[in-house]
Nanobody
Framework: QVQLVESGGGLVQAGGSLRLSCTASGSILDINAMGWHRQASGKQRELVADITIGGRTNYADSVKGRFTISRDNARNTVYLQMNSLKPEDTAVYYC???????????????????WGRGTQVTVSS
């Protein structure tokens, strides 16, 4: 399994910004897609954004125009720049990796369901 370590969360006022990072560790050749999901208290986990190895991005409607996802393929790292944060963005943010190729020939279809600790984002009003 791939190990995903998220960081960068914190407490911020509405209208503020945060930048999340997630690095995948292991003997990885490349990762087809990486992304972010979030889960607010009492709610289901939802997709926030994802990005392919070629740079194609996808965003939830609720974050379009405010969040920007990017990645460093050489470092197997994905970022989420979050601007104009709203109280409804409060959640634990989790990283996801799809299509992980390992140097030993192994392949992981998806890390979905094997979540890391996540990083807490709290936006105060």
């Amino acid at each position: 399994q791939v190990q995903l370590v998220e960081s960068g969360g914190g407490l911020v006022q509405a209208g503020g910004s945060l930048r999340l990072s997630c690095t995948a560790s292991g003997s990885i050749l490349d990762i087809n897609a990486m992304g972010w999901h979030r889960q607010a208290s009492g709610k289901q986990r939802e997709l926030v954004a994802d990005i392919t190895i070629g740079g194609r991005t996808n965003y939830a409607d609720s974050v379009k125009g405010r969040f920007t996802i990017s990645r460093d393929n050489a470092r197997n790292t994905v970022y989420l720049q979050m601007n104009s944060l709203k109280p409804e963005d409060t959640a634990v943010y989790y990283c996801l990796a799809d299509g992980v190729k390992y140097s030993d020939g192994g392949y992981l279809t998806t890390s979905y369901g094997n979540w890391g600790r996540g990083t807490q984002v709290t936006v105060s009003s």
